[in-house]
């Protein structure tokens, strides 16, 4: 069998081993160097750019365009090339409405902007000026959506801390996992941020199914944790920190498989879908929940069990405990 | 021939799940036959286009409307269109008057009632009442109407209590001192057809209403609201029962007022239930109509009233709905509905799916690749748990309306990874089993415990948030908190009710049991070693780079212990 396998039995026995809680200084510098990027750069670019579903923005309508709905593609690129004559780099919304009038949603634009628009527009679909009716619209995605969710996003948090920490016992795990999920929906977020891609409400789903992955990741993980820690007791040889990395080390394979699983089809998006339509909306996503798989599966391993084993470390029982290990087994203990 | 526990267990699972897709399958066929229902699952605006409702206020001349009252205006209609499904609905202010509602597929009457329609509630005494055709003036059956009872009044409506009267200013609500000359003229004038005209027939709270049955069978004099819809912290439909308790089959509208609620209306039924004729009456006006003005019999105090009337079960999960979220600050009517294309369009949908088809083969290769026959096991439940959850979104898309954006499209992809590492984390289980020595068929027992464990807590917290975000948030959320949810749920279904059957029965075949090489549960590859009878020692014993050097000699050690372990298998399976 492959040499993976016995990769994964190394790693089992603890013939290999990763010093994944030993080096967690690195692990945390690495940490906080990439939330200090995705937090800054996002500042210095002036912050996120949110879509005009969440600002509103100007709407055009060209009535009677006869051949608007024979084709609909066409008339959207007619339409995007207008405005972005105008308006560059313009990522307008055109919709056919009731068969024959072109709508055209763009961000907010000044007084002379529409005008622009309005002419590039008459000219591009062969109407008159007449024809063009223009108005400001309001966020799709209003304050309302946002509060509601925010509190939704509380309340489950809240909630999810409360049954990790019935369910491991200790409320160290819980905050653990809670701080490798701020650490995630951050750089997640910060992919946006620093390179100036526009906040869509798909974008905002990718966020949150990020935040439902990276979850689930660090609890599988954990798990193992708490099955390897649970057996021990304080006449173990091996030391708490030294249980916990077995651990993370014992699931190592599932971890790197179970990425790579979930990240082939959300990479073959991202190039097929970058290939065949250049950046959109299924481009967006596909970079949300390609980066945050990624971050979602390292904070788990990097993060959340050195951070656990750090806050526990300095509690009386998990001291004593692996005190034996330096006199009867010198070398790290492999057998269980 | 006698099949052993873990056997039967497995094939009832695996019947179990067999159940499940035939009532699936039953389901879509039922709504495909009966219910206008489709094998495919319905889109989203995003992707399939849908109708754009333009709605405009209703005002009177001169009066204008607030940037406030028209974004508390689109909150309400978005909990009222997320009420009637999940259906990822666009709703968005226009030149800072209108309203424009995207929702996908065409709607229907009640929908646009639903939407549009203020949804104001009050609860005022009747004062007067009589039979609606104009032509018929009179005081028959309008107790209390006598006009003598209230002297002329200079201001008659806007200020009662400054009407100079010689009996008194009305001392509560069901006085009929509100009863102005003026008052009695524009009733006795008063004809229900021009309520049709007028749209919603607003009075200030604090003044008398005249009014119509919402049929136009019965006008009324109104006294001032007693209790509004705003006192209303929850309204359900269901059926009415009848005094027995036995539910009778007419539908209804359940109210639960809050605390202040409460108090007012036990008040107010407290005082109608000592008076006599229609003064005994009181009546609910939704958007100045009339729903019903029932007898009060006794004392309300639970504060949980109900409405009744010729409803339906449409028309009373509709209103309930509506009162729910409360009432429109105006109301609006339907200015043009227009038919609108996709804002994404078909071909961001074809070339997602070519992209997950084309990611999904790369998911089966590399699962053949780390766990040769397993990856079969793993690739036989992505199968079914594609299956379950296509059938799923397609009933749930004929039921409840849910529709599929591209979002949601992204979504089920992720959730390929997650469904997958349900299996990743079983197999690993499995192989660590196998590590510590255990029989195949004992891994898989010993494996499955601790592997549905951690499945199971993680899913459990991925449930919770799916519910979480489904009942507290609003618009394209709900959208995403459903397909979490139910992916979710497929995960556990599969992984509990296929992949660990499966893993059961093959377990006892030979090519698994044996540990064949292509098996992926060789114990050889797997490092146990067989060191004596039920005793088995980690190679971890021997360093990675001293097995790396005598890579033959292992070779030649574990195909002994390969041998010595089938046959310790056969003697089990023997003594079994």
Same mark, same amino acid.
């Given at each position: 069998m492959s040499r993976f396998t016995s990769f994964g039995n190394d &790693?089992? @026995?603890?013939? !290999? $081993?990763? *010093?994944? =809680?030993g080096k967690r200084r690195i692990w945390y510098s690495v940490a906080a160097v990439l939330v200090i990027i995705a937090v800054g750069l996002t500042a210095l670019r002036g912050g996120f750019v949110f879509g005009i579903e969440f600002r509103g923005g100007s709407e055009f309508r060209v009535s009677q365009v006869a051949e608007a709905s024979a084709d609909t593609a066409a008339t959207t690129d007619t339409a995007t090339a207008a %405005?972005?004559?105008? %308006?560059?780099?313009?990522?307008? !919304?055109?919709? =056919? %409405?009731?068969? *024959?009038?072109v709508r055209v949603q763009t961000e907010q634009l000044t007084p002379e902007e529409t005008a622009e628009v309005s002419a590039s527009l008459a000219e591009a679909f062969a109407v008159d000026g007449d024809q063009i009716s223009t108005s400001f619209i309001g966020a799709t995605w209003g304050? *309302?959506? @946002? !509060?509601?969710?925010?509190?939704? &996003?509380? %309340?489950?948090?809240?909630?999810?801390s409360l049954v990790m920490a019935l369910y491991f016992r200790t409320w160290k795990m819980a905050l653990a996992a809670m701080v490798a999920l701020v650490h995630d929906l951050v750089i997640t977020a910060g992919v946006y941020g620093v390179l100036g891609f526009e906040i869509t409400p798909a974008a905002v789903i990718g966020f949150l199914t990020i935040l439902g992955y990276s979850l689930y990741d660090t609890v599988v993980v954990f798990d193992k944790v708490r099955e390897n820690t649970g057996e021990d007791g304080v006449e173990s040889r091996r030391s708490f920190a030294g249980s916990v990395n077995l651990a993370v080390n014992q699931t190592l394979v599932r971890s790197i498989n179970t990425s790579i699983v979930a990240i082939?089809? =959300?990479? $073959?998006?991202?190039?097929?879908?970058?290939a065949l339509l250049g950046a959109g909306t299924l481009f967006d996503i596909a970079l949300a929940l390609f980066v945050g798989t990624i971050v979602g599966t390292y904070s788990s391993i990097f993060l959340a069990a050195p951070l656990y084993v750090h806050l526990r470390e300095n509690e009386p029982e998990v001291q004593k405990q692996g005190g034996r290990a330096k006199r009867s087994a010198p070398e790290s203990g492999a057998v269980r | 021939m006698a099949r052993s526990t873990p056997e039967r267990r497995a094939l009832r699972s695996l019947v179990w799940l067999l159940v499940i897709i035939v009532a699936l399958i039953g389901g879509n066929a039922a709504s495909v036959l009966w219910n206008e229902g489709a094998w495919t699952p319905k889109l989203a605006l995003d992707l399939e286009g849908g109708t754009q409702l333009t709605l405009t206020p209703q005002l009177a001349s001169g009066q204008g409307v607030s940037q406030e009252q028209l974004d508390q205006a689109v909150e309400i209609i978005r909990q009222r269109v997320d009420a009637a499904g999940v259906s990822e609905s666009e709703i968005n202010t226009q030149g800072g008057e209108n309203i424009v509602v995207s929702i996908p597929g065409t709607p229907d009457e009640s929908t646009l009632q639903r939407i549009r329609s203020s949804a104001k509630l009050e609860f005022r005494a009747v004062l007067a009442a009589d039979l609606a055709s104009s032509s018929t003036i009179g005081e028959d059956g309008a107790e209390g109407a006598d006009p003598s009872a209230s002297p002329s009044a200079a201001e008659p409506t806007s200020e009662p209590s400054a009407a100079p009267s010689p009996s008194a200013a009305p001392t509560d609500a069901s006085d009929p001192n509100w009863i102005t000359p003026e008052l009695q003229t524009r009733f006795d004038e008063f004809d229900c057809a021009s309520l049709d005209a007028a749209g919603a027939n607003v009075a200030p709270e604090e003044e008398p209403l005249v009014t119509c049955e919402v049929d136009s069978s019965l006008k009324y004099i109104l006294g001032p609201v007693e209790v509004t819809g705003a006192r209303i912290t929850n309204a359900t439909s269901g059926l009415i029962q009848g005094s027995t308790g036995v539910s009778t089959n007419e539908w209804g509208v359940f109210l639960e007022f809050d605390g202040e609620g409460t108090a007012a209306f036990r008040e107010v039924t407290e005082r109608l239930v000592a008076l006599q004729g229609v003064r005994n009456q009181f009546a609910i006006v939704l958007d100045g109509r009339v729903i019903a003005a029932p007898r009060t019999i006794s004392a309300i105090t639970n504060g949980q009233p109900?409405?009744?009337?010729?409803?339906?079960?449409?028309?009373?999960?509709?209103?309930a709905d509506q009162l729910k979220f409360g009432a429109l600050p105006i109301g609006f009517e339907l200015q043009s509905q227009d038919q609108i294309s996709a804002t994404l369009g078909v071909s961001q949908l074809q070339s997602g799916i070519i992209a997950g088809l084309v990611g999904l083969v790369l998911v089966v290769l590399y699962s053949l690749l780390q766990y040769r026959a397993l990856g079969g096991v793993t690739v036989a439940s992505l +199968? +079914?748990?594609? /299956? /379950?959850?296509?059938l799923l979104i397609t009933y749930l898309s004929n039921q409840q309306g849910f529709r599929l954006s591209l979002a949601g499209v992204a979504g089920l992809i992720i959730a390929v990874g997650v469904i997958a590492d349900s299996f990743i984390v079983y197999f690993e289980r499995i192989r660590d089993e196998l590590r510590d020595g255990r029989s195949v068929d004992g891994a898989v027992e010993a494996g499955w415990k601790r592997a549905f464990r951690t499945i199971l807590i993680s899913d459990v917290i991925n449930v919770l948030g799916a519910v979480v975000l489904f009942v507290l948030a609003v618009g394209n959320v709900r959208g995403f908190a459903f397909t979490l949810g139910l992916t979710t749920v497929v995960d556990l279904v599969v992984v509990a009710l296929f992949t660990h059957p499966m893993m059961q029965l093959l377990g006892r075949t030979g090519f698994f049991a044996g540990g064949h090489p292509l098996s992926g549960l060789d114990p050889k590859a797997l490092g146990a070693v067989y060191r004596g009878r039920a005793q088995f020692r980690p190679a971890a014993e021997l360093s990675a780079a001293k097995r790396a050097s005598s890579g033959r000699e292992a070779q030649r050690r574990q195909t002994i212990a390969e041998r010595r372990a089938a046959q310790q298998n056969g003697e089990g399976k023997d003594a079994r």
């Open positions: &790693l089992y @026995t603890g013939a !290999r $081993s990763f *010093d994944f =809680v %405005v972005g004559e105008v %308006v560059a780099g313009s990522n307008p !919304r055109v919709s =056919v %409405v009731g068969g *024959d009038s304050g *309302d959506i @946002t !509060r509601q969710a925010i509190i939704a &996003l509380m %309340v489950f948090l809240l909630l999810a082939l089809p =959300v990479a $073959s998006i991202l190039i097929i879908g970058a | 109900q409405i009744s009337g010729s409803y339906t079960q449409e028309s009373a999960k509709t209103l +199968i +079914i748990a594609g /299956v /379950v959850t296509y």
